[in-house]
């Protein structure tokens, strides 16, 4: 039998069972990148406002670090590909990584792969399945990016160069997760691995892109940067893509048959001999499983909130004398222009930080489905104690989170301006976003409660909120629909004044919706 039977029987599992979030993953990336280039044609309409944009953008390290080097932004695809380009393939790069954990590792741990190879499947048809998913997935958010710039009528070259970067970028870390996925028998540690190798060629490409280049080239993400879609594409740095890809994915293959299912190259280490007392509790243990990922979110935007917050000493410069940029940070505030840049960093942290909250307050459905909560659940611990811990370290960590970020773009800013009052107005303007993200929290474990096979629609709803506050100004979109968003209804700090009243309405609402999860969890079977 060969070592690949079964390979496209499992893909159409996978498919079969994915259909809709990876129906929905791709829409969102090709959407997303239509409604970029048609806000940057309204932005800058001229070519007068393209060439001052272009001006200051290569005079700012900073920018080059976040968006990496801008290229004949004289042009709209050159725009396009500057303000999407690095970010989106970075993100195309999660979702194969975590697709690829969730296929392989994820189905693993489960138990699942076990009985699987016990029938006529061979040995690396799991993972050859998991990597044929995730690269048409790949496939598809290109095709639709390059599609969809076409339509908008941005020349084919670059767009197809554009959408070949995303493609490229996701096949080669869906490789790289294929690697990491032999090291740890957990999902969660596997996944730890490949998100520390994007974070690593993320950073290796924002230091080189605000150096002289060189470090540029060591990283994937780099690697379509320098494919220079719309600026005299060049078609060669797809060579270095697939050869990445391929020697991760032979690399995965090689490590596959050196270990046992349900292994890891890796050995656990050994815990202590005896537990501390705080980690029998319902509310320790959430914690102690949470805290990796805590870890990284803090980390994680700490680090987003002092790029952000450099950049406020140059965005006048930035905007210039662009009225349409003006007019869409500071809309209808009476706040200068820093403070309202600084209130739309603060809003895009919080949106991000909020999915902090809601991974945490999933977590009991992954549990329960993975079939380890049932047992807590039977012994002498409530329900309402069971979920509630979940929900209380949830709640803590998102305040973490939030804090982190602030505390980030207030030292940035202070950095960046010298005004070190910034530091506490802005830690006390991402925590003012709080009872928004509890919410979005209370609505996460109301599905797990209540509904625990919708529990997914949790993310859903946070990428519709995102989508309404990021892009709902510039389609004009129905107040009625705006007013969906929790977000919506905060001051934005510090370009508004604070009112008490919303968010105390809103972190009412994220207690209503959190009570009421808990009741529905205890009355129903768990399991």
Not at 146 to 161: C, I, K, Y
């Amino acid at each position: 039998m060969s070592a690949f039977a079964g390979t496209l029987r499992l893909a159409r599992v996978h498919l079969r069972r994915d259909r809709l979030l990876l129906a929905t993953l791709i829409a969102a990336f090709v959407a997303t990148t239509a409604l970029t280039a048609v806000s940057l044609e309204d932005l800058y309409p001229t070519s007068a406002d393209r060439e001052r944009a272009a001006e200051t953008f290569a005079q700012d390290p900073a920018i080059a670090a976040i968006g990496g080097q801008p290229r004949n932004l004289v042009t709209l695809g050159g725009l396009v590909a500057f303000e999407v380009g690095v970010t989106y393939s970075a993100f195309v790069g999660l979702m194969s990584l975590l697709l690829v954990g969730r296929y392989t590792r994820g189905e693993e741990e489960a138990g699942r792969t076990e009985l699987i190879l016990a029938g006529a499947v061979g040995r690396r048809a799991p993972t050859a399945a998991a990597l044929v998913v995730v690269a048409a997935a790949d496939l598809a958010v290109g095709l639709g990016v390059a599609l969809a710039l076409v339509a908008l009528g941005l020349p084919a070259a670059g767009s197809l160069s554009l959408g070949a970067w995303f493609a490229g970028n996701g096949i080669l870390f869906a490789g790289l997760a294929a690697l990491t996925a032999q090291l740890s028998r957990s999902k969660r540690a596997a996944n730890g691995y490949a998100l520390a190798a994007l974070a690593l060629a993320w950073a290796l490409r924002a230091v080189g892109d605000a150096g002289d280049g060189t470090l540029t080239w060591l990283s994937p993400i780099g690697w379509g940067e320098e494919m220079h879609p719309f600026s005299g594409e060049r078609w060669w740095p797809l060579a270095l893509m697939a050869a990445g890809a391929a020697a991760a994915t032979a690399g995965a293959f090689a490590l596959l048959e050196r270990r046992e299912v349900g292994a890891g190259l890796i050995a656990d280490r050994p815990g202590p001999p005896a537990a501390p007392t705080w980690l029998g509790t319902p509310t320790g243990l959430a914690l102690r499983l949470a805290r990796p990922a805590l870890i990284a979110w803090v980390v994680g935007m700490f680090l987003f909130g002092l790029v952000y917050g450099s950049l406020a000493d140059s965005i006048e410069q930035w905007v210039g004398e662009n009225e349409a940029v003006e007019e869409l940070l500071v809309g209808e505030e009476t706040a200068g222009l820093v403070d309202a840049y600084l209130a739309t960093a603060l809003l895009i942290l919080a949106l991000i930080g909020t999915g902090c909250g809601v991974q945490i307050g999933l977590r009991p459905h992954a549990e329960e489905a993975a079939g380890r909560l049932e047992l807590p659940a039977t012994g002498a611990v409530s329900r309402l104690e069971l979920l509630g811990a979940w929900g209380l370290v949830a709640a803590l960590g998102m305040a973490a989170v939030l804090g982190a970020a602030g505390l980030g773009s207030g030292l940035g800013a202070a950095g960046a301006t010298g005004e070190w009052d910034r530091v506490p107005n802005l830690l006390g303007g991402a925590l003012a976003y709080l009872p928004a993200g509890l919410v979005m929290l209370g609505l996460a474990l109301l599905l797990v409660g209540a509904a625990p096979r919708a529990a997914p629609l949790a993310w859903a709803a946070l990428v519709a909120v995102g989508f309404l506050n990021t892009f709902g100004g510039m389609l004009d979109l129905p107040q009625a629909l705006m007013d969906v968003s929790p977000f919506g209804h905060l001051a934005r700090l510090p370009a508004e004044p604070l009112e008490l009243g919303p968010l105390l309405a809103a972190a009412a609402l994220g207690a209503a919706l959190a009570a009421a999860g808990l009741a529905a969890f205890r009355a129903r079977d768990v399991g």
